[in-house]
């Protein structure tokens, strides 16, 4: 059988390729919507464009890593023993920021109802929702895949960064579809890609303490999740969001635990996934 050439940039790569299969699938997403089809139709639609990170990395593996197996690498993401540590401190840093902005929409805002949801069942439900259609489709390509590339060559925080600005920018179609325009649309942008990008740093500290792919899965979900509880527009909630994570990833900058983030030679070194 004929070995496929390795490729020369294979994070560049992965990026294209990621977006070239998003952009159609959004489409069919946005045609289900139009033509009225059932809403499970839609939520499947938008669940698969989600996953396409995982498309793309599965259809480039073989010219990624030539000598492996693409299950083997999927398995090797999960092999690490879960710190509960690392999951307990990621998860105080988010829910203490959902907490405080909460308490800012309460005095600024006074809705009538904090929540968007009232009911147990539809919580569980918006929450399994979420983690399929973002959180365990994405993080196999931009984490466990081109984190750990970029850290080959570049500091964690400079590839945590570069990640944060693309993985963002992956998200312009949806930008499209917020309703936001003018202001309000520049508004949501830039605290949208603030945001993402300050989770980015705070995924990658918590992921190298711990190389389970489970954790930035989790801040991922948490993400996601907390946004959609609060009853605020979004592009107030995006504001917020981007105030108290960008305050949370300087803190981890500045503090910079155990030199995980910068000015430690062994930060470059990433594991290779078992062949």
């Known amino acids: 059988m004929k070995r496929e050439k390795k490729l020369k940039n294979p994070v560049a790569s992965f990026i294209i390729v990621t977006n070239l299969m998003f952009w159609p699938l959004f489409c069919l997403v946005g045609a289900a919507k139009m033509l009225e089809f059932p809403e499970w139709v839609f939520q499947l639609m938008l669940t698969i464009s989600a996953w396409s990170s995982t498309f793309a990395f599965a259809v480039l593996f073989k010219r990624i890593y030539p000598e492996q197996r693409f299950a083997a690498f999927v398995k090797d993401a999960f092999k690490r023993k879960l710190k509960w540590s690392v999951l307990a401190m990621s998860s105080f840093i988010q829910i203490s920021i959902f907490g405080m902005i909460m308490l800012v929409v309460v005095v600024n805002h006074k809705p009538d109802s904090i929540f968007t949801i009232s009911s147990w069942g539809m919580l569980i439900y918006y929450f399994v929702k979420n983690l399929l259609s973002g959180p365990l489709g994405e993080e196999l390509g931009w984490r466990a895949f081109a984190l750990m590339e970029l850290q080959k060559k570049h500091s964690p925080l400079a590839a945590s960064i570069i990640i944060g600005f693309w993985w963002g920018l ?101 594991v290779r996934p078992i062949p």
Do not use: D
């Not at 998200?171 to 890609?193: A, D, K, N, R, S």
């Not at 190389?211 to 009853?231: C, D, K, S, T």
């Open 170 to 270: 992956w998200h312009l179609p949806i930008w499209l579809t917020t309703g936001y325009v003018g202001m309000e649309l520049i508004q949501y942008v830039l605290f949208f890609m603030l945001s993402i990008m300050s989770t980015s740093i705070i995924m990658t500290a918590c992921y190298n303490f711990n190389r389970n792919l489970i954790v930035p899965i989790v801040i991922h979900q948490f993400f996601n999740f907390f946004v959609g509880l609060i009853n605020e527009k979004l592009v107030v909630l995006i504001t917020y969001n981007a105030f108290f994570y960008v305050a949370a990833a300087m803190l981890i900058i500045v503090i910079n635990p155990k030199k995980v983030m910068y000015g430690k030679k062994e930060a470059k070194s990433v």
